[in-house]
């Protein structure tokens, strides 16, 4: 025979899981993630294919031929014209817009400017101003009157890609992308942020319906308090367990069908090959006795894209997934046993705002301070607050990306483990006299009493 709790989790879980709003966020959940990983990979192989023209009217006359042109981007030279003249009729023009360069740029950078009808492309930007201070600094240096000056300009340029590696206790080194660890630890932090308050919140609503109803007497006539409570926290729980397990296989489902899909003419390359690459670009003779097994690759074959697709797959997802899953249950278990506690001293939803504040200030606290642990994961700041029960869900599962001693991850989990434990044995005790009380608001001295009676 099932006993009386199981009976109630299985309630709460099976009629939850039967709602359409369940199954939409089920679905749709993985769909959102999914475009998180993939969209900026498939954003960095999109090009701006207008084609765009500039008109560059050149007081200095050190710029002409000067300014590199790209695919998608071309500059046309005007001599003996005005801005006031082209701008009078510059809706019939064929140009994007107007590149004004000052005869005093020399000695004021300020004195060019790009004027056009419309808001100019930021990269359309960048990519002069780099090329005018590149040929401004060419052009000092010439004066030097170094011989073969182009040549040896061609020849020094340089592109680093600096690597990150840990030095593991073990002696074995790990590289790491301290730009995905932030993104990870963010995302990770965020959701057990957000889940402890939407499943939370259905614990305190649950509770509250059935004692607006009356329902709960009769329930309380088959079933003690406690147990009650224990069934209504434990089958929402694997509601949202439920969820998030669905929203994992899902979502890798979808990332890998669409890199197969979109990115299918990529390949990730090892580290060797990062390596390889970088010596590469400085050395094409030195690189072919490094790459034995494979073709040589060149700078630009190592896209954007196939950095975000080499910087996941050092990602270790069992950790990640075990970590979460953990600290979600633990953070989730201590605050919905507060927050059935909270609906069942009062009649209505309206009457728990009092009580939600100082139980929610420790989450709300936590998300500030997730700022500080992405920025510095190693800061007094970020370690106290993971080991502090009611905001180690949150922080803890920022800084295990970064790489978190074990005694760290182990003492956080032992003071989550016990503080649910005791906060779950204190809620019981306000919810058994709480549950059947009605039409009298309790304030904190009534809680403290029910929280003390013996019975």
């Known amino acids: ?27 749709l959940g993985p769909v959102l993630f999914a475009a998180l990983i993939i969209g900026p990979a498939w954003f960095a192989t999109l090009e701006d ?55 005093i740029l020399p000695h004021t950078p300020s004195a060019v400017q790009l004027m056009s009808d419309r808001q100019p492309n930021l990269n359309v930007r960048m990519h002069i101003s780099n090329a005018i201070e590149k040929e401004i600094e060419r052009q ?56 402890i308050f939407l499943f939370g919140s259905q614990v305190m609503r649950g509770v509250i319906e059935e004692k607006s109803s009356r329902v709960v007497e009769i329930i309380i006539s088959s079933v003690r308090p406690f147990q009650l409570m224990i069934g209504k926290i434990a089958g929402i729980g694997l509601v949202g367990l439920t969820q998030f397990l669905f929203w994992v296989l899902l979502t890798f489902i979808l990332v890998s069908a669409g890199r197969g899909l979109v990115f299918s003419e990529l390949q ?79 009649d209505n939803e309206a009457d728990t705002q009092q009580f939600m504040l100082p139980v929610t200030i420790p989450l709300i606290l936590s998300i500030f301070v997730m700022m500080n642990a992405i920025q510095n994961p ?40 016990v503080t649910f434990i005791l906060i779950t044995w204190m809620a019981g005790k306000i919810y058994r006299t709480g549950i059947l009380m009605y039409g009298k608001k309790p304030n904190y001295k009534e809680l403290w009493k029910w929280l003390t009676y013996n019975n």
């Open 49 to 103: 294919r207008e084609v765009r023209t500039i008109a560059v009217i050149d007081e200095s006359e050190l710029f002409k031929g000067q300014l590199p042109e790209t695919e998608y981007l071309k500059f046309t030279y005007l001599e003996d014209a005005s801005v006031e003249e082209i701008r009078e009729n510059f809706s019939q023009t064929p140009y994007y817009a107007v590149l004004y360069i000052s005869h």
């Open 268 to 346: 990730v390359p090892s580290s060797e090959q990062v390596v390889a690459e970088d010596i590469i670009s400085s050395s094409s003779q030195e690189s072919s006795s490094l790459l034995p097994d494979s073709q040589p690759i060149s700078a630009e074959q190592y896209s954007e894209v196939t950095q975000i697709f080499a910087s996941l797959s050092t990602v270790n997802f069992g950790v990640m997934i075990g970590a979460f899953l953990f600290f979600f249950l633990a953070g989730y278990l201590l605050y919905a046993g507060l927050f059935a506690a909270i609906a069942s001293a009062v």
């Open 140 to 195: 000092k240096i010439k004066a030097y009157d170094i011989e073969n000056l182009d040549d040896i300009l061609q020849s020094i340029q340089t592109s680093i890609n600096i690597r990150t590696i840990v030095w593991g206790d073990d002696g074995a080194d790990r590289e790491t992308h301290p730009a995905l660890a932030m993104g990870t630890g963010y995302i990770g932090g965020f959701l057990i942020y957000l889940f």
């Open 1 to 27: 025979m099932k006993s009386k709790t199981s009976l109630i989790v299985a309630r709460e879980y099976f009629s939850r899981i039967r709602k359409k709003s369940f199954i939409v966020m089920t679905l």
């Open 378 to 417: 190693e800061s007094a700041l970020a370690f106290w607050f993971s080991i502090i029960p009611f905001t180690s869900p949150v922080i803890m599962m920022v800084r295990i990306p970064f790489g978190v001693p074990y005694w760290e991850v182990i003492l956080s989990m032992v003071l989550l483990i």
